[in-house]
């Protein structure tokens, strides 16, 4: 089994900071890919930030140059910093790993979600 377990999100001003982190655990061989969606009400889920387990970045166009996604693979960790944050940046933030388990077998694993208010 694994577990993926979010940490972080909360309430902020617009302009304002957080920081999201996200940790796989569990029956493990190598994680692929780590990042974050998020889905505002009413809205598609949608791609945030991922990062490989060979270091490439992926970022949304309207993120760029605010949040920053970094990874700890000794402990199978991504940490999303969201800088100069906007009201339209409000949703549930989904962490997503995609891994090989000690199976070999290719999984895709969400967290629970994490809330994040930006107020203007």
């Known amino acids: 089994q694994v577990q993926v377990l979010e940490s972080g999100g909360g309430l902020v001003q617009a302009g304002g900071s957080l920081r999201l982190s996200c940790e796989a655990s569990?029956?493990?061989?190598?994680?692929?890919?780590m990042g974050w969606y998020r889905q505002a009400p009413g809205k598609q889920r949608e791609l945030v930030a991922t990062i490989t387990g060979s270091g490439i970045l992926n970022y949304a166009d309207s993120v760029k140059g605010r949040f920053t996604i970094s990874g700890d693979k000794s402990k199978n960790m991504v940490t999303l910093q969201m800088n100069s944050l906007k009201p339209e940046d409000t949703a549930v933030y989904y962490c997503?790993?995609?891994?090989?388990?000690?199976?070999?077998?290719?999984?895709?694993?969400w967290g629970q979600g994490t809330q994040v208010t930006v107020s203007s």
């Open positions: 997503y790993c995609n891994l090989q388990t000690v199976f070999l077998a290719e999984r895709n694993y």
């Open positions: 569990g029956n493990i061989f190598r994680i692929n890919t």
